[in-house]
C-alpha cells in the first residue's frame, strides 16, 4: 500500500474561556462551602477545521487551583501548543507537563480537547477509539451535602423517591454528629438503600476509626477519604480496623499515587477524577494499576458541566474497572449550557448518544457574557 498523508494539520488557534453556573442551593463538604461552578473551557482549533472542547472544575480545596489560575496558566499553555500536531497527544501532555509543574484541573481541559479531536479526527464516537462499546447501564448515585441530620435525612428520602440507585454522603466532623446524620437518614430510606459515605479528610486517624466502626449497623458500601490524605500510612492502619471499605480520592491524583496506594494495600477502591489526574490520559494509566492491583474503581466529579460528565462516561464505557458512577454534579447546576452530549433519563440514569469525538458542545449565548482568551 503506498497511501500517503500529505498534510499534517496543526492548532491554529486556542480559546480559553471562564464557565460560571450557579448551583441550584450551595453545596457544603467538611473543607468548604461551594456556591457556583467556576469552571474553565478549552478549545482547541486545527487548520484543517476541527475544534476539540474540554472542560474543568476547578476545586481550591482539593487541587489547589482556581478559575482565575487555570485562566492564567491556560493562556500560557495555548500559546506554547500553537503550531504543533495536535494528535501526537503523549507528546503534547509531556510538553504541558514540562512547562507546568502539577495543576492537573487545568491540564485536564488540554486533555479533553485533544482527546476530542482525535476522535473527530476518527470520525468515532471517544469511547470506540479507547476501545469500548456503548453497551452499559451507566446510573449515578446523588450526593447528600453537609449539614443537619433532618435535613440530610429529607434530602436521602427525595432522591431515593426520584429513582437513584444509591446516595453518597458527605461527613467528616466528630463521630457523634456523623453517626447521628447517618442513623437519621438510614431510618428515612430503609434497611437496605445503598449507602456511601465521604468524609473528605476530616477525620484523624483515631476519629476514623471510631466513626467507621460505629457505623457498621448501618450497612455502609464505602468510605471515601476519612483521613488527610498525605497520610498514606495511617490509611493502611484505618483500613486494617475499619469494618467498611475504604475508597482512596484525594490521596489518588495520577498513576504514581495508585501504585503507592496499592502496594502498601491502603485502600480498597480508587476514585479517578478527571480534575485530579489531569485528564484521560492518565486516568488510563491509574486504571491499568487498578486493574494489575485487582482494585476496582468508582468516577466521580467536582463542579462539572454535561460537557465534562459526557467526557467522563466515555472512559466508562471504555473501560471494565470502572464500577460505581458518582456523576451528579450537573444535575445540582441551576443552567445547563451543553449541547448535545450525554441525556438524563431519570432514576439516576445517563445515555450517550452515538457522536464523533465527546459529542457535545457550549451554547454560544451562554457563553457571550464569559471572559475569554483566545490565542492565534
Not at 49 to 62: K, Q, R, S, W
Not at 89 to 101: G, H, N, Q, W, Y
Not at 153 to 174: E, H, M, N, Q, Y
Not at 345 to 365: K, M, Q, T, V, Y
Request: net charge negative; hydrophobic share 40%; charged share 25%.
Amino acid at each position: 500500500m503506498t497511501g500517503q498523508i500529505t498534510h499534517h494539520a496543526s492548532i491554529s488557534k486556542v480559546e480559553i474561556i471562564k464557565l460560571n453556573i450557579p448551583y441550584k442551593e450551595p453545596f457544603v463538604i467538611s473543607l468548604g462551602v461551594i456556591p457556583a461552578a467556576t469552571n474553565v473551557i478549552v478549545r482547541i482549533h486545527t487548520d484543517d477545521g476541527l475544534t476539540g472542547t474540554g472542560e474543568c472544575a476547578p476545586f481550591v480545596y482539593i487541587v489547589g487551583e482556581t478559575q482565575e489560575t487555570v485562566f492564567e496558566l491556560g493562556g500560557k499553555v495555548g500559546r506554547l501548543l500553537l503550531g504543533k500536531d495536535p494528535f501526537a497527544i503523549e507528546e503534547r501532555l509531556r510538553e504541558i507537563d514540562r512547562a507546568v509543574k502539577g495543576n492537573p484541573t487545568m491540564k485536564s481541559a488540554f486533555d479533553m480537547a485533544l482527546y476530542d479531536l482525535l476522535a473527530l479526527r476518527a470520525d468515532m464516537p471517544l469511547y470506540r477509539l479507547l476501545g469500548g462499546s456503548n453497551d452499559r447501564e451507566v446510573c449515578t448515585d446523588m450526593t447528600i451535602s453537609l449539614g443537619d441530620p433532618d435535613l440530610m435525612s429529607r434530602a436521602a428520602l427525595a432522591f431515593r423517591k426520584d429513582g437513584f440507585p444509591a446516595i453518597k454522603v458527605k461527613l467528616g466532623t466528630t463521630c457523634r454528629e456523623d453517626l447521628a446524620r447517618i442513623r437519621a437518614i438510614r431510618e428515612a430510606v430503609g434497611p437496605d438503600y445503598p449507602i456511601r459515605i465521604d468524609a473528605n479528610q476530616g477525620w484523624d486517624p483515631a476519629t476514623a476509626v471510631e466513626t467507621l466502626k460505629a457505623l457498621e449497623p448501618y450497612g455502609i458500601e464505602h468510605c471515601e477519604e476519612p483521613i488527610a490524605s498525605w497520610n498514606n500510612r495511617e490509611l493502611v492502619r484505618v483500613r486494617e480496623n475499619s469494618p467498611i471499605p475504604i475508597m482512596a480520592d484525594e490521596s489518588l491524583f495520577d498513576h504514581h499515587d495508585a501504585f503507592r496506594l496499592a502496594a502498601i494495600g491502603a485502600c480498597d477502591f480508587f476514585n479517578l477524577k478527571l480534575s485530579k489526574s489531569g485528564g484521560i490520559h492518565k486516568a488510563l494509566k491509574i486504571l491499568s494499576v487498578a486493574e494489575a492491583a485487582g482494585i476496582r474503581c468508582q468516577v466521580g466529579c467536582m463542579s462539572e458541566s454535561r460537557f465534562a460528565l459526557t467526557a467522563l462516561m466515555h472512559l466508562v464505557l471504555a473501560r471494565q474497572n470502572i464500577i460505581f458512577y458518582d456523576m451528579d454534579s450537573s444535575l445540582m447546576l441551576d443552567a445547563d449550557p451543553v449541547t448535545g452530549g450525554i441525556q438524563y433519563a431519570g432514576s439516576g440514569r445517563w445515555a450517550l448518544p452515538d457522536h464523533p469525538g465527546i459529542g457535545a458542545g457550549f451554547d454560544e449565548a451562554y457563553l457571550k457574557s464569559m471572559e475569554k482568551n483566545i490565542l492565534t
